[in-house]
């Protein structure tokens, strides 16, 4: 079965860096796009960053673009998302997804499976 579980979340202050991992199993990332996806509270879900699988194309938010960056091992099967100069409105349970797909979905939305999300909090 397509599993995904991710690690890493927890509190930060404002300026502050994680590293959140999505370590994949029942497929392999050399075939899948994968990216991840937040939601703040009272707030939809917000597509944050996304790697294809045929060309290693990363995308980003907007509001993320020069902050984050998406990465992939492919001998761990994990992606990672390194979060620096973090926010206070980067708070949110971010997930990781995957798109049975070489190509990065829509929006960074419509992925087929997804992980339980992991919490993260920018407070000072």
């Known amino acids: 079965q397509v599993q995904l579980v991710e690690s890493g979340g927890g509190l930060v202050q404002p300026g502050g860096s994680l590293r959140l991992s999505c370590a994949a199993s029942g497929f392999t990332l050399d075939k899948y796009a994968i990216g991840w996806v937040r939601q703040a509270r009272g707030q939809g879900r917000e597509g944050v960053s996304c790697?294809?699988?045929?060309?290693?194309?990363?995308y980003y938010a907007d509001s993320v673009k020069g902050r984050f960056t998406i990465s992939r091992d492919k001998a761990k099967n994990t992606v990672y998302l390194l979060m620096t100069n973090l926010k206070l409105e980067d708070t949110a349970v971010y997930y990781c997804?995957?798109?049975?797909?070489?190509?990065?979905?829509?929006?960074?939305?419509?992925?087929?499976?997804w992980g339980q999300g992991t919490q993260v909090t920018v407070s000072s």
């Open positions: 790697i294809s699988s045929s060309d290693l194309n990363t």
């Open positions: 997804a995957t798109e049975l797909s070489s190509r990065c979905p829509p929006n960074f939305l419509g992925y087929d499976y």
